[in-house]
């Protein structure tokens, strides 16, 4: 038997009256164990050494879903109601996301996760994609998304032209950043994935594969993942 691949996923966070909790649904454990990797759920995590000693263990990233990123890492004003994300958990995979693209280990984010991937990389985003595209559809429910031609997520995907994918969000990628490439978008433009060429693997979905793994599409996104993970 080969060595399975170690996963790390990031974590999120809970307060409550009583104490507060970082956790991970189990989707993303089940999904990674039922595709070959082993998965490590990772803290938020503040001095430098242990982000870098983590990077070594694992060998692809998970950034999982999560809340709102403030709007000050893109360089805006707040302008709507935001449910934010931690600063710690932003800044913790920020320097984890960094450390990780240094190696060239594998990269997948996922809904939050794809936003601060096109963040991290100098893009901004929409703070609520119905005040700022006014004609688009209710992202909050599933819906289809359109594979473009070309991509390396297409050529995943079996060549398929377009899926459809459990959506549960309001933010959405307006700027794109750095070396990214847009590798699917939805009927009314609101971009759904992206990628970056020339890396050996870095993808951000705005969708939630992990909660539909028995999924034919999920599979083979997640498949991948972990077999691009194999060879770190």
């Known amino acids: 038997m080969g060595k399975k691949p170690i996963i790390g996923i990031t974590m999120d966070i809970m307060d409550t009256e009583k104490s507060i909790y970082q956790y991970i649904h189990k989707y993303y454990l089940d999904a990674i164990e ?3 990797g082993a998965p490590l759920a990772l803290p938020f995590l503040h001095d430098e050494e242990s982000v870098k000693i983590i990077v070594k263990v694992i060998d ?3 950034l999982s879903g999560g809340g709102d ?3 000050s890492y893109y360089g805006e004003e707040t302008m709507t109601k935001l449910t934010l994300t931690p600063d710690d958990r932003i800044d913790f995979e920020f320097s984890l996301l960094e450390e990780v693209m240094k190696r060239k280990k594998p990269v997948l984010g996922i809904c939050y996760g794809m936003q601060l991937l096109n963040v991290a990389l100098g893009g901004s985003l929409y703070q609520d994609i119905k005040k700022h595209v006014p004609k688009s559809m209710d992202h909050r429910k599933n819906h289809s998304v ?5 991509s390396r997520l297409h050529k995943i995907m079996d060549g398929v032209e377009a899926i459809d994918v459990i959506s549960r969000h309001h933010q959405a990628i307006n700027d794109i950043g750095r070396n990214l490439n847009i590798s699917a978008d939805a009927e009314d433009g609101i971009i759904e994935a992206i990628e970056m060429e020339g890396y050996p693997f870095l993808i951000g979905v705005q969708w939630h594969p992990e909660k539909e793994i028995g999924d034919f599409f999920t599979r083979r996104l997640i498949s991948s993942f972990v077999n691009a993970c194999m060879g770190n």
Do not use: A, C, D, V
């Open 60 to 62: 692809g990233l998970i």
């Open 34 to 36: 039922r595709s070959g």
């Open 69 to 71: 990123i403030h709007p």
């Open 146 to 150: 359109r594979i473009w031609p070309e």
